[in-house]
């Protein structure tokens, strides 16, 4: 049985540090390769943060609330030693040594004993901190009873994870407020902005401050965190201005034959399964990278290294402010249905707050889509290592000459920025045309 | 249905789509789109949500009723 450290990941190519605003596992917990054991949360977003080995929990070494450099052990995770007999697991109830590793002041690991998942998921379900229960159980265990008994006690539960917006969230912990506390009326009792508000005014204007459990929670109130993404953003941005040559080019695409095909593909279909225009602006976009080795890809150590495939980067804007620009893997392998389908599973989980950190590693190249608030074009900034970002504006009728004659067609305004290091602009042109193809040719799959 | 059941059913989806919009403070007439920065995709949830709540399917040549969130009520008070 050997233990490995999980350390605080690297969530963006500009990420020094985050903070651990909580922790899905406690002590005990057996986790396996892709489940998500904290919430990350950085200067741009909250992420769910997945562990890449099977073990179990062996202790939490940071506590929820702090932040910590990129790197910094935040848990420690006992593995199976390679090649050990798989069959001799260590017993569930198996405690960490007392002592072994010393305990931060107020570490959540004060959990003291292994709990079930299904015991875990009914305390967090029922808004029950398992860590306050006392257990009734064999050697104090806790038991289903235990935590029934302490969630129908009113105000003694602090929410392992109550369903709340992001924004509802971070209005309480500015505020200090417990989401427990608070009844939620969205969906699923989800708490929503407007609760956390009635509860601040319900509590009156002394409120606040001592009103929560003292439960470590970031401090950083709305106006703080949004300065920090400003200036998180800014930095980003203005090494990409300091360090690319950036060339730009830009085109005028004829949308009639697009518009029409998917008229004819959604006439057909129930809502939940209709295509909107971005996924075929991003399958034409994902054609062009395929076409145009030098728009995707990465700059490295003063060299460019192209990409085998497209890690399709997507900018979804937030509506409470803020950019998140998650990635659809593999979209040379996706047709525009299954672009469709990643997209909107994507737009709908960020503005949730619900994307893993798997989701935000290495694009090779981005699509910004101001199509939907009224731009007519959009020249974006690349995010280094890539090395093109592709804008796309919005899709408007506009006078056309078609065949000698006048006509009036949906039109989009395609765009790419690039990085003069790697490529010219025939490359661009050549991109560009490929994506213009694409969008005039939609027959073809 | 009438016109506040209505009015409630499209709260509610919007509510799915977006919790953290506050239906009190959206102007009943204007874009949806604009006013509320909601995109297409929000658009095509929202759809799908009220369809889902009214029960039957809403043809995209629908679409153009849908704009407000009055468009929306108009609609769904029509429609069942």
């Known amino acids: 049985m050997a233990t490995t450290d999980f350390c605080m990941p690297v969530l963006g190519a500009d990420m020094e540090r985050g903070i651990v605003a909580q922790w899905r596992v406690g ?40 932040e910590v450099a990129v790197g910094a052990p935040l848990a420690r995770i006992r593995v199976l030693d390679a090649g050990a007999d798989p069959s001799s697991t260590p017993p569930l109830d198996q405690h960490p040594e007392p002592g072994a590793v010393p305990t931060p002041p107020g570490a959540a690991a004060a ?44 105000g003694t539960g602090t929410a392992a994870r109550t369903l709340a917006s992001p924004y509802a969230r971070r209005l309480a912990a500015d505020r200090s407020l417990a989401l427990a506390g608070i009844t939620g009326t969205g969906a699923n009792g989800a708490i929503v902005a407007a609760d956390v508000l009635r509860a601040i005014e319900e509590a009156g204007p002394s409120s606040g401050r001592d009103a929560g459990p003292s439960r470590p929670q970031p401090r950083r109130d709305a106006a703080d965190r949004a300065r920090s993404l400003r200036r998180a953003l800014g930095d980003l ?4 201005k300091r360090e690319i040559p950036h060339y730009y080019a830009s085109t005028v695409v004829d949308l009639a034959a697009a518009t029409a095909w998917l008229q004819d593909v959604n006439a057909a279909r129930t809502v939940q399964n209709r295509m909107v225009p971005a996924a075929l602006l991003l399958h034409a976009a994902v054609a062009g990278a395929m076409e145009q080795a030098t728009m995707n890809g990465h700059w490295m150590d003063g060299s460019f290294r192209p990409a085998e495939g497209v890690q399709l980067g997507v900018a979804v804007s937030l509506r409470e402010g803020g950019l998140v620009a998650p990635v659809i893997r593999d979209a040379h392998l996706l047709d525009r249905d299954q672009l469709m389908l990643a997209l909107r599973d994507l737009v709908t989980r960020a503005r949730r707050g619900s994307i893993r950190a798997s989701e935000m590693v290495d694009p090779t190249i981005t ?33 056309r000459a078609v065949e000698g004659m006048l006509a009036v067609h949906p039109t989009v305004t395609v ?11 025939r490359d661009a042109a050549r991109f560009l045309s490929v994506v213009a193809r694409t969008l005039q040719n939609p027959e073809q799959p | 249905m009438t016109r506040d059941e209505a009015r409630r059913l499209v709260e509610q989806a919007l509510a799915q789509v977006a919790p953290e919009i506050d239906p009190a403070t959206i102007d009943p007439h204007e874009p949806l789109q604009a006013d509320l920065d909601i995109d297409s995709i929000d658009f095509l949830n929202l759809v799908e949500g009220v369809a889902g709540a009214i029960g039957r399917d809403i043809p995209e040549s629908d679409y153009a009723r849908l704009a407000t969130l009055e468009g929306f009520v108009d609609y769904v008070a029509a429609s069942s």
């Open chain 1, 415 to 425: 765009t790419v920025s690039a990085d003069h290091r790697v490529s010219d602009g």
């Open chain 1, 27 to 66: 002590p005990g917990d057996e986790v396996h390769r892709g489940d998500v054991i904290a919430v990350i949360e950085t200067e741009k977003s909250d992420l769910d943060v997945e562990v890449f080995q099977d073990g179990w929990i062996d202790r939490l070494l940071v506590p929820e609330g702090e």
């Open chain 1, 237 to 240: 941005m203005s090494r990409s």
């Open chain 1, 111 to 154: 959990t003291p004993a292994v709990h079930s998942p299904l015991l875990r998921r009914l305390a967090e379900r029922s808004g029950v901190d398992l860590a306050h229960v006392t257990g009734t159980g064999p050697a104090g265990s806790i038991t289903r009873a235990d935590v029934e008994r302490a969630a129908s006690r009113p």
């Open chain 1, 367 to 399: 699509v910004t889509n101001l199509g939907d608030l009224g731009v007519d074009a959009i020249f974006g900034v690349i995010y280094p290592p890539q090395v093109a970002i592709v804008g796309f504006g919005s899709i408007t009728e506009q006078p």
